[in-house]
Nanobody, 122 residues
Framework: EVQLVESGGGLVQPGGSLRLSCTASGFTFGSYFMGWVRQAPGKGPEWVSSINGDGGSTHYSESVKGRFTTSRDNAKNTVYLQMNSLKPEDTAVYHC???????????????WGQGTQVTVSA
């Protein structure tokens, strides 16, 4: 059974930083593409970023490019999302996702975690 557990969310002031983590189990982690998806209140899911199996290739949405960085540690079955220069419009529940096939920009993953809340507010 695929399990994805996110952590690291919280309340941060505009301009601040947070680092999200997602620990995976139930599948061969290094063989899967991993990604992050967020959902703000009253809105549909928004694709944020993706990373390939060996971590050598990443993609980002235009709204976070230059501010967010996705990385992974295959020895720990964990994927990260470093978020800098946070803005109020980044407020959302952030879900990590896993998929055997490439997570091209805009393509939502087959498997999602429960998510972690990120709130950016003064």
């Amino acid at each position: 059974e695929v399990q994805l557990v996110e952590s690291g969310g919280g309340l941060v002031q505009p301009g601040g930083s947070l680092r999200l983590s997602c620990t995976a189990s139930g599948f061969t982690f290094g063989s899967y593409f991993m990604g992050w998806v967020r959902q703000a209140p009253g809105k549909g899911p928004e694709w944020v970023s993706s990373i390939n199996g060996d971590g050598g290739s990443t993609h980002y949405s235009e709204s976070v490019k230059g501010r967010f960085t996705t990385s992974r540690d295959n020895a720990k079955n964990t994927v990260y999302l470093q978020m800098n220069s946070l803005k109020p419009e980044d407020t959302a529940v952030y879900h990590c996702g896993a998929d055997y096939y490439p997570l091209t920009p805009g393509r939502l993953p087959d498997y999602w975690g429960q998510g972690t809340q990120v709130t950016v507010s003064a």
